[in-house]
């Protein structure tokens, strides 16, 4: 079982019965390697419905640190433990972290190349309802390469309410306006 995993499985009790998911968890470093420092490094995203604050990501790293000390799954060596949510700049993984974000402006990028920006409308199991909306033409703007099997069309780039399903999102992004 990798280190991940591991690190996932141990977190379950601490995630109050499904309030808290992991969005992600990475491990950097490896004391045998010859390569590292000798100090490892455990990342760990946590996300909820209607998010999670610092404190929370505090309890839960004091109480999963000492579960990772108990489990010794480093054999000993020294680590350093970051548990925090994801920040703007994180894509959207998990259809929950959509759902929380319906009304908000999202930048969507397909599996095919295609880049939309638009309204987060709804979110249904399998695909989200995006209004989209036209893409300002430049004269310098740079064109996304077609791939063989789906050319990309300008004019044919969907605008307005347009229902796209979750298998074929690249990464989308929540934007940020300063206005």
């Known amino acids: 079982m990798s280190d991940q995993n591991r690190i996932t499985e141990l977190l379950q009790p601490y995630l109050n019965e499904g309030q808290f998911y992991v969005v992600d968890v990475q491990v950097v470093g490896n004391p045998g390697d010859g390569q590292s420092t000798g100090r490892m490094k455990v990342s760990i995203l946590l996300d909820s419905d209607v998010g999670i604050t610092i404190e929370e990501c505090a ?93 990309v069309d300008e004019a044919s780039e969907p605008v307005g309410s347009t229902p796209i399903l979750f298998a074929d999102i690249k990464h989308a992004n929540v934007e940020i306006s300063f206005k």
């Open 59 to 151: 309890s839960i790293s004091r109480r999963l640190g000492a579960t990772l000390d108990e489990a010794d799954i480093f054999g000993g060596a020294a680590f350093t433990l970051e548990v925090s949510s994801p920040g703007v700049d994180q894509p959207l993984r998990f259809r929950r972290q959509y759902v929380r974000n319906v009304g908000r402006q999202l930048a969507v990028t397909l599996l095919s190349g295609v880049a939309l920006t638009g309204r987060l409308e709804s979110v249904a199991d399998e695909a989200i309802v995006l209004d989209v909306v036209p893409v300002k033409k430049t004269k310098k703007k740079k064109s996304i390469p077609a791939q063989e099997d789906a050319p």
